[in-house]
């Protein structure tokens, strides 16, 4: 069957089947068996139980070694290459309630240089993002006690012996088949697996042991740690276990919320006015007319405005799914959806921009080994 979307680190297009792209990728689903393993830590969040966290590599080794009194760090990260959108802020969301729930320390990467190497964009600016995305990190909640901010380009003393140790396991034939780079791709790019998969191993460097680290993250990364997990044995240290979620989708019905779509990307920054704007003109499962809508009901499956429900915004299953039924029913019409939308969104920024202003007070203070914003 010919493949009609395309899952890289760096590319999302097309119609994304996620079942097969964990067939593809070599991923574990995560059943209920291993559900009700994780409800016995607490209630597992939304996004587990709505499978959106739907795919997993060695979940289950790493509680059996937290059973047996070995703890874990949380590892994740983002590329620093423009303003925060609510794509990016999801899988953060999730790695919350991780820390909340198995109290860890967690390491959260800015790889500026990635950006630098691969967009447009001077060295300035990813560092300038780098600072700005942070805030919405750290808007987030996560313990400032137990929570460091990496920058590739500022902790690099730490990531490069880490980085070099991983090369040295990585053929340019791996990189070629793992990434899809050939003879036009810059040699930065090739090399900067390596940085991604260091972030791994610094736990076990800093607490003189081995330590495991969970990452929850976008599927899309998983090219990076299938490599990472290849050469950690050989370096001595245990593999990384990880925790996937497919891709936030746009408000214009569109599989990936990205930044190349403006209009239907949503910032953190936004006003409500943007906001309103924005939602306003989602693609929805609505008919043409009205008349048409109350006879024959819409389709919340493809709705960008149920998504962003499902996703993120109503957490109430009955809420969710009675939304889904007057929806079918012709009952409510897309206007109403969008209004009740636009709403919950606001509620959420015009908090998350004000405890983005504090950030700017405890961001200093969650740089890894005291690097200077
Ligand atoms: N490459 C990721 C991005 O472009 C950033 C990143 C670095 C990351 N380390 C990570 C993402 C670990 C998830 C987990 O966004």
Request: hydrophobic share 35%.
């Amino acid at each position: 069957m010919a493949e009609d979307f395309k899952v890289t680190p760096w590319e999302v297009t097309g119609d994304i089947d996620y079942d097969v792209l964990m067939k593809k990728f070599g991923t574990t689903p995560i059943d209920d068996k291993l559900m009700k393993r994780l409800s016995r830590y607490g209630e597992p969040h939304p996004m587990l139980r709505r499978g959106i966290f739907y795919t997993h590599r060695d979940v289950d080794v790493l509680l059996d070694e937290y059973e047996k009194g070995n703890e874990f760090y949380i590892y994740t990260g983002r590329g620093p290459s423009g303003n925060t959108h609510l794509g990016h802020i999801m899988p953060w969301i999730l790695n919350k309630w991780m820390q909340d729930t198995f109290k860890c320390k967690m390491l959260f990467q800015m790889t500026d240089d990635e950006k630098f190497l691969f967009k447009d964009l001077t060295l300035h600016d990813t560092r300038n993002m780098a600072y700005e995305n942070a805030l919405d990190f750290v808007a987030l909640g996560f313990d400032p006690e137990k929570t460091k901010i990496i920058v590739d380009t500022e902790n690099i003393k730490t990531l490069y012996p880490l980085a070099l140790r991983v090369a040295k396991k990585v053929t340019f034939s791996t990189a070629k088949a793992v990434f899809g780079f050939d003879g036009e791709s810059n040699i930065g790019r090739i090399f900067f697996t390596t940085l991604e998969s260091a972030p791994a191993f610094i736990p076990t460097e800093i607490e003189g042991k081995p330590t495991r680290v969970i990452i929850p993250c976008g599927i899309d990364q998983d090219p990076h740690f299938r490599v990472t997990r290849d050469v950690a044995p050989g370096l001595g240290y245990p593999k990384p276990t990880m925790l996937y979620c497919k891709m936030c989708p746009g408000l214009s019905g569109g599989d990936k919320m990205s930044s190349s779509d403006e209009n239907a990307t949503i910032y953190t920054t936004d006003t409500p006015k943007q906001v309103k704007k924005k939602v306003g003109r989602a693609f929805t499962g609505g008919c043409v007319s009205v008349e048409e809508q109350r006879q024959n009901g819409g389709n919340p499956e493809v709705c960008a405005v149920f998504k962003y429900n499902y996703y993120l915004f109503e957490h109430d299953d009955a809420k969710l799914n009675e939304m889904a039924e007057k929806c079918r029913n012709g009952e409510i019409l897309c206007g109403e959806c969008k209004v009740a939308l636009t709403q919950k969104i606001n509620v959420f920024l015009e908090a998350h921009q004000a405890k983005r202003e504090e950030a700017k007070e405890i961001v200093d203070k969650m740089t890894f080994e005291g690097f200077k914003w």
